[in-house]
Nanobody, 129 residues
Framework: VVQLVESGGGSVQAGGSLRLSCAAS????????MAWFRQAPGKEREVVAA???????RYADSVQGRFTISKDNTKNTLDLQMSTLKPEDTAMYYC???????????????????????WGQGTQVTVSS
């Protein structure tokens, strides 16, 4: 059974940093297209960053240069290092995974929530001004 469990959320002031982690079980993160999504109150869930099976990454314009997505194949986790946080980064953050999308297809489909079959329960990030 594939399971994803996020951790690392919390409250931070603008300009601060947080590191989110998503612990995976039932599969190997190296073999899956994975992504971080976020959803703010009253808004649709949106992709923040995606990483494919070869370590290639892609970011939303709003977080480019501030966030870094990575996989730790030893720990079998997906991580998101967030720096220079802004109040508009406040949201529930979710990790997602799917084995179907290989290489560049991972980015092509990452914008659609429905393209990911496995989800964590989310971790809250709150950034105050």
């Amino acid at each position: 059974v594939v399971q994803l469990v996020e951790s690392g959320g919390g409250s931070v002031q603008a300009g601060g940093s947080l590191r989110l982690s998503c612990a995976a079980s039932g599969y190997t993160v190296r073999n899956y297209c994975m992504a971080w999504f976020r959803q703010a109150p009253g808004k649709e869930r949106e992709v923040v960053a995606a990483i494919d099976q070869y370590g290639g990454t892609r970011y939303a314009d709003s977080v480019q240069g501030r966030f870094t997505i990575s996989k730790d194949n030893t720990k079998n986790t997906l991580d998101l290092q967030m720096s220079t946080l802004k109040p508009e980064d406040t949201a529930m953050y979710y990790c997602a995974a799917d084995p179907r999308w290989l290489g560049g297809h991972c980015y092509q489909v990452a914008g659609e929530v429905g393209n990911f079959g496995y989800w964590g329960q989310g971790t809250q990030v709150t950034v105050s001004s």
